[in-house]
Nanobody, 124 residues
Framework: VQLQASGGGLVQAGGSLRLSCVVS????????VGWFRQAPGKEREFVGG????????LYGDSAKGRFAISRDTAKNTVYLQMNSLKFEDTAVYFC??????????????????WGKGTLVTVSS
């Protein structure tokens, strides 16, 4: 399974950005997909994720109320819509996939496949 994240860039505080994660190589709907981020000098943290059929979404505390995750089966793509961005959202964002029948995990060690990150920089 290969994952390719894109959509990062420079945005002002209060602005919005949408990240995309294209999943290829295996059946897209077999996998739950999570988004993680890592800021300079900090550990990687769970941002949010979506189950294989899209019925379940979970968000980390920093993302609740501001971010939304969706998936498009026709495009093999998972999206992370980020609104009301803050300076502290600055980080490299990664998407990861886990083959899972139900639900999704928030802990990164459960994820088998990772894409290269995309950098999001929020200016204050």
């Amino acid at each position: 399974v290969q994952l390719q994240a894109s959509g990062g860039g420079l945005v002002q505080a209060g602005g919005s950005l949408r990240l995309s994660c294209v999943v290829s190589g295996r059946t897209f709907s077999d996998y739950a997909v999570g988004w993680f981020r890592q800021a300079p000098g900090k550990e990687r943290e769970f941002v949010g994720g979506i189950s294989r059929w899209g019925g379940t979404t979970l968000y980390g505390d920093s993302a609740k109320g501001r971010f939304a995750i969706s998936r498009d089966t026709a495009k093999n793509t998972v999206y992370l819509q980020m609104n009301s961005l803050k300076f502290e959202d600055t980080a490299v964002y990664f998407c990861a996939a886990e083959r899972r029948d139900f639900g999704l995990e928030t802990r990164e060690h459960w994820y088998d496949y990772w894409g290269k990150g995309t950098l999001v920089t929020v200016s204050s």
